[in-house]
């Protein structure tokens, strides 16, 4: 006995089966029993081959037999057919030609059930001959006595727009007119269907709006008012006189639909279409905390990535009080286990964030940071962090050395995406503000105790605490100088594969550490650790620096490098202007010109190492000609690889006449013109650089 479609989804959902095996045994005996002459044995085919669709076997080569049950006259094996159909059939596939008959008769059926299944059909597979042909029979079923009919086929013509353009203009009107009918669902996917057009063409259904707002003012169904809210939002981009008209029904709604979807879809309008009514904004404020309480999970996602985002946001722009009422929910969602809710939330923590709440607010980023959460959820929270802490030079931090601390905790935790970023703020804080130098000289030192557990993978932030200790090293007691010294001198440098900027960097620091050193062993422990680099480490530039900074210690009297202790002082903005460039300095000299390279037509450059046009500008004398041929000669005698011409007369033959009388040619068309004036450069142009900041932020 063959399996049914009952029999094949027990199979497929026994777990001690070969799947493979029975849905390849249950292929085959399908592709046997679509050729049965029986059409029941054919749709009970066709319905086992809907199944296997869903695991991903192809079942277009069924298209003619899934038309056949399709046109059956009971309603078991068409409905069966149909279902097959809309899966595989495409707006491409060719039996489609066939069916077209099939779907006119049925929609002039007397069987409303038949025709209603055939729209249902018609919707997934029409494309756009069909749409042409069957135009008119559906603006016919807008008549039909059964609303069921009338609230599909108002549903169906968004389909045939979309394949069928041309069919707008012939029967939208006919569309528009059924906003008045008197069954609620026709009314519904009328309105449906309009605001999908709208959104391709808000300008083309803007004569329905009257009766759109007649409908927003009196219907009670919330799926209408959520569409009718969206279709006014894009009607009021082409028309900005109605937004006269939807702040009375808006604030209506707003203030009398319990419905959160209904609220959520007002509040993004209003957002949208009235971001400076104050008092439509402080009706949302009274509504958000409705959601922001709601133990439903859906509003709390919908709040934080939405509401959160764009009504808070406008908030904000108003009043900056709004922020901090609404700090204690954005915290709680930043602890929510949906990922959007956290990215939503550290969005709104951007804008919300102010110099009395920085501190604490970097404090539950760090808590989150430490617990075991999703990588890239991590590397949100440490850039949210950096970018408070640089926000328009550091405008809302107050502490600076509670700053310098959260940078070296940021340093301990495993992410290298932001790397450059935390080193670049580090060193810049430390320039920027002259009171913190010997507090984060400290702070390092004691950061570079610990340094094992960085690894290579923090090469830069490495490389930015070297610099702090050899730099600001004047900062330190002779104790702690002597403690610095140790640390950078030991041999686990040597044991770490760290990156070349690493090992410039120690050396540098190694070199500063020993001019503000006083005792000699300080002396004796730089020059070993620099010849230690120069032979150990296997970075080129490091030896060559670490060879350099010996050289300076051993041969240099210390006084004289005092110049390396001056500290850094602001750039005056003008700084630049008074410095002029050299006369003899052509700042309008093209040094690489375009003409000197051209693009094949495959793509590649083809290069010209000389412009044809600057050889027809040199002149030479015969005496000149003379002395080139000759000093040509010289070079060619002197050259141990050039053949030397035997001596002794050779007759010349045909071709070498002809060469000789190409030469002359070229000898007698060449071009002689005049030796260029050597032109006097230019005025020079004054520089300009962009204003510097002070060290100490305003």
Same mark, same amino acid.
């Given at each position: 006995?063959?399996?049914?479609?009952?029999?094949?989804?027990?199979?497929?959902?026994?777990?001690?089966?070969?799947?493979?095996?029975?849905?390849?045994?249950?292929?085959?005996?399908?592709? *046997?029993?679509?050729?049965?002459?029986?059409?029941?044995?054919?749709?009970?085919?066709?319905?086992?081959?809907?199944?296997?669709?869903?695991?991903?076997?192809?079942?277009?080569?069924?298209?003619?037999?899934?038309?056949?049950?399709?046109?059956?006259?009971?309603?078991?094996?068409?409905?069966?057919?149909?279902?097959?159909?809309?899966?595989?059939?495409?707006?491409?596939?060719?039996?489609?030609?066939?069916?077209?008959?099939?779907?006119?008769?049925?929609?002039?059926?007397?069987?409303?059930?038949?025709?209603?299944?055939?729209?249902?059909?018609?919707?997934?597979?029409?494309?756009?001959?069909?749409?042409?042909?069957?135009?008119?029979?559906?603006?016919?079923?807008?008549?039909? %006595?059964?609303?069921?009919?009338?609230?599909?086929?108002?549903?169906?013509?968004?389909?045939?727009?979309?394949?069928?353009?041309?069919?707008?203009?012939?029967?939208?009107?006919?569309?528009?007119?059924?906003?008045?009918?008197?069954?609620?669902?026709?009314?519904?996917?009328?309105?449906?269907?309009?605001?999908?057009?709208?959104?391709?063409?808000?300008?083309?259904?803007?004569?329905?709006?009257?009766?759109?707002?007649?409908?927003?003012?009196?219907?009670?169904?919330?799926?209408?008012?959520?569409?009718?809210?969206?279709?006014?939002?894009?009607?009021?981009?082409?028309?900005?006189?109605?937004?006269?008209?939807?702040?009375?029904?808006?604030?209506?709604?707003?203030?009398?639909?319990?419905?959160?979807?209904?609220?959520?879809?007002?509040?993004?309008?209003?957002?949208?279409?009235?971001?400076?009514?104050?008092?439509?904004?402080?009706?949302?404020?009274?509504?958000?905390?409705?959601?922001?309480? %709601?133990?439903?999970?859906?509003?709390?996602?919908?709040?934080?990535?939405?509401?959160?985002?764009?009504?808070?946001?406008?908030?904000?722009?108003?009043?900056?009080?709004?922020?901090?009422?609404?700090?204690?929910?954005?915290?709680?969602?930043?602890?929510?286990?949906?990922?959007?809710?956290?990215?939503?939330?550290?969005?709104?923590?951007?804008?919300?964030?102010?110099?009395?709440?920085?501190?604490?607010?970097?404090?539950?980023?760090?808590?989150?940071?430490?617990?075991?959460?999703?990588?890239?959820?991590?590397?949100?929270?440490?850039?949210?962090?950096?970018?408070?802490?640089?926000?328009?030079?550091?405008?809302?931090?107050?502490?600076?050395?509670?700053?310098?601390?959260?940078?070296?905790?940021?340093?301990?935790?495993?992410?290298?995406?932001?790397?450059?970023?935390?080193?670049?703020?580090?060193?810049?804080?430390?320039?920027?503000?002259?009171?913190?130098?010997?507090?984060?000289? *400290?702070?390092?030192?004691?950061?570079?105790?610990?340094?094992?557990?960085?690894?290579?993978?923090?090469?830069?932030?490495?490389?930015?605490?070297?610099?702090?200790?050899?730099?600001?090293?004047?900062?330190?007691?002779?104790?702690?100088?002597?403690?610095?010294?140790?640390?950078?001198?030991?041999?686990?440098?040597?044991?770490?594969?760290?990156?070349?900027?690493?090992?410039?960097?120690?050396? %540098?620091?190694?070199?500063?550490?020993?001019?503000?050193?006083?005792?000699?062993?300080?002396?004796?422990?730089?020059?070993?650790?620099?010849?230690?680099?120069?032979?150990?480490?296997?970075?080129?530039?490091?030896?060559?620096?670490?060879?350099?900074?010996?050289?300076?210690?051993?041969?240099?009297?210390?006084?004289?490098?005092?110049?390396?202790?001056?500290?850094?002082?602001?750039?005056?903005?003008?700084?630049?202007?008074?410095?002029?460039?050299?006369?003899?300095?052509?700042?309008?000299?093209?040094?690489?010109?375009?003409?000197?390279?051209?693009?094949?037509?495959?793509?590649?450059?083809?290069?010209?190492?000389?412009?044809?046009?600057?050889?027809?500008?040199?002149?030479?004398?015969?005496?000149?000609?003379?002395?080139?041929?000759?000093?040509?000669?010289?070079?060619?005698?002197?050259?141990?690889?050039?053949?030397?011409?035997?001596?002794?007369?050779?007759?010349?033959?045909?071709?070498?006449?002809?060469?000789?009388?190409?030469?002359?040619?070229?000898?007698?068309?060449? *071009?002689?013109?005049?030796?260029? *004036?050597?032109?006097?450069?230019?005025?020079?142009?004054?520089?300009?650089?962009?204003?510097?900041?002070?060290?100490?932020?305003?």
């Amino acid at each position: 006995m063959s399996k049914s479609a009952t029999d094949v989804i027990k199979g497929l959902r026994k777990g001690k089966i070969d799947r493979t095996a029975f849905l390849t045994t249950v292929y085959s005996e399908i592709r *046997e029993e679509v050729k049965s002459p029986d059409l029941a044995t054919k749709t009970n085919a066709i319905r086992k081959l809907f199944i296997l669709a869903l695991e991903g076997y192809d079942m277009e080569w069924a298209s003619f037999h899934i038309l056949e049950v399709m046109s059956s006259q009971k309603f078991s094996q068409k409905h069966s057919g149909l279902l097959a159909a809309s899966q595989c059939f495409k707006p491409n596939s060719d039996i489609l030609f066939l069916a077209t008959n099939f779907f006119r008769r049925e929609l002039v059926a007397n069987n409303t059930i038949d025709t209603c299944i055939a729209i249902n059909t018609l919707a997934c597979i029409v494309n756009a001959d069909m749409s042409k042909e069957l135009l008119n029979d559906c603006v016919t079923l807008l008549n039909a %006595s059964k609303p069921i009919l009338r609230k599909k086929v108002c549903v169906l013509f968004y389909k045939l727009f979309l394949q069928y353009p041309d069919g707008l203009v012939i029967c939208f009107e006919r569309l528009a007119e059924k906003l008045r009918d008197e069954s609620p669902g026709v009314v519904m996917g009328t309105v449906n269907t309009i605001y999908e057009l709208s959104r391709l063409n808000p300008a083309f259904v803007l004569f329905t709006a009257q009766a759109l707002y007649e409908i927003l003012n009196t219907t009670t169904n919330n799926f209408v008012l959520i569409k009718l809210i969206k279709l006014f939002v894009e009607l009021a981009k082409v028309e900005p006189r109605l937004l006269k008209k939807l702040s009375g029904p808006f604030i209506r709604i707003l203030t009398s639909n319990p419905a959160k979807s209904v609220e959520f879809e007002v509040i993004r309008a209003i957002c949208a279409v009235f971001p400076e009514s104050e008092d439509m904004l402080r009706i949302i404020l009274q509504k958000l905390p409705g959601f922001l309480d %709601s133990h439903d999970p859906n509003c709390k996602f919908y709040i934080v990535k939405y509401l959160g985002l764009v009504v808070l946001h406008k908030l904000i722009q108003i009043n900056r009080d709004y922020a901090e009422e609404y700090r204690i929910f954005i915290m709680e969602a930043l602890q929510s286990k949906d990922v959007t809710i956290r990215l939503r939330a550290l969005e709104l923590i951007k804008i919300t964030t102010t110099n009395k709440s920085l501190i604490e607010t970097i404090k539950n980023l760090l808590i989150e940071v430490e617990k075991p959460i999703n990588a890239g959820i991590k590397e949100e929270l440490i850039s949210t962090c950096l970018y408070l802490l640089s926000l328009n030079q550091y405008e809302l931090v107050e502490d600076f050395k509670w700053m310098f601390e959260v940078l070296l905790q940021i340093v301990n935790f495993k992410t290298s995406i932001h790397e450059a970023q935390l080193s670049s703020i580090m060193l810049d804080v430390v320039l920027r503000v002259e009171e913190l130098r010997e507090e984060a000289c *400290e702070l390092s030192l004691n950061a570079l105790e610990i340094f094992d557990t960085l690894k290579s993978e923090k090469c830069e932030a490495l490389t930015a605490l070297l610099f702090i200790i050899g730099e600001f090293s004047n900062y330190f007691s002779e104790g702690n100088l002597i403690k610095a010294l140790s640390l950078v001198t030991k041999p686990r440098w040597e044991l770490l594969n760290f990156h070349e900027s690493v090992y410039n960097a120690l050396s %540098s620091c190694v070199f500063k550490i020993f001019i503000r050193a006083k005792e000699d062993g300080v002396f004796k422990a730089c020059v070993k650790k620099l010849e230690e680099n120069s032979v150990q480490i296997e970075h080129m530039e490091s030896q060559e620096r670490s060879l350099l900074y010996l050289n300076i210690l051993t041969t240099s009297d210390k006084e004289k490098l005092n110049f390396v202790l001056k500290p850094f002082l602001p750039i005056h903005p003008s700084a630049q202007s008074l410095i002029f460039p050299p006369d003899a300095l052509q700042q309008n000299f093209i040094v690489n010109d375009d003409e000197l390279f051209t693009t094949k037509s495959d793509g590649t450059l083809e290069y010209h190492y000389y412009r044809e046009e600057d050889f027809g500008d040199i002149q030479m004398t015969d005496q000149e000609k003379k002395a080139a041929k000759l000093k040509i000669k010289e070079k060619q005698m002197q050259d141990p690889y050039y053949i030397k011409p035997k001596k002794g007369k050779k007759k010349k033959g045909k071709k070498s006449k002809k060469l000789e009388g190409k030469v002359e040619e070229i000898k007698e068309t060449a *071009e002689v013109v005049k030796e260029e *004036e050597i032109k006097k450069p230019e005025a020079p142009k004054k520089y300009s650089v962009n204003r510097a900041e002070p060290l100490i932020p305003s």
